[in-house]
């Protein structure tokens, strides 16, 4: 069983920065991502990376101002923010994926087994 703990939500101005981490614990997996739910609308992916680390793959919405990385020695996940909107306003969820991703990094919550229980991320316009 693999525990997910993500860190770093707050609340920031729009065009400033935050940047979360996820420490994961417990067990083994593949490809990571992180979500976002924004109160009354559907969970939705942001940005999943590979096991290795060497693919990323991003929403439309966040490409060229978010950047997700992890540190495998230190099993950590991590999303750079930067140039905040008030639509990137919402819950953020570390996921972590047990299939076997090398050619597929899926955006979809179905394809996550594990969950982290979110951080709030307040973007003030």
């Known amino acids: 069983q693999v525990q997910l703990v993500e860190s770093g939500g707050g609340s920031v101005q729009a065009g400033g920065s935050l940047r979360l981490s996820c420490g994961a614990s417990g067990g083994s997996y593949t490809c990571m991502a992180w979500f976002r739910q924004a109160p009354g609308k559907e969970r939705e992916g942001v940005a999943a990376?590979?096991?290795?680390?060497?693919?990323?793959r991003y929403a439309d919405s966040v490409k060229g101002r978010f950047t997700i990385s992890k540190d495998s020695a230190e099993n950590s996940l991590y999303l750079q923010m930067n140039s905040l909107k008030s639509d990137d306003t919402g819950a953020y969820y570390c996921a972590a994926a047990t299939f076997a991703c090398s050619t597929w990094l899926p955006l979809v919550p179905e394809s996550y087994e594990y969950w982290g229980q979110g951080t709030q991320v307040t973007v003030s316009s």
């Open positions: 990376i590979s096991a290795g680390g060497g693919r990323t």
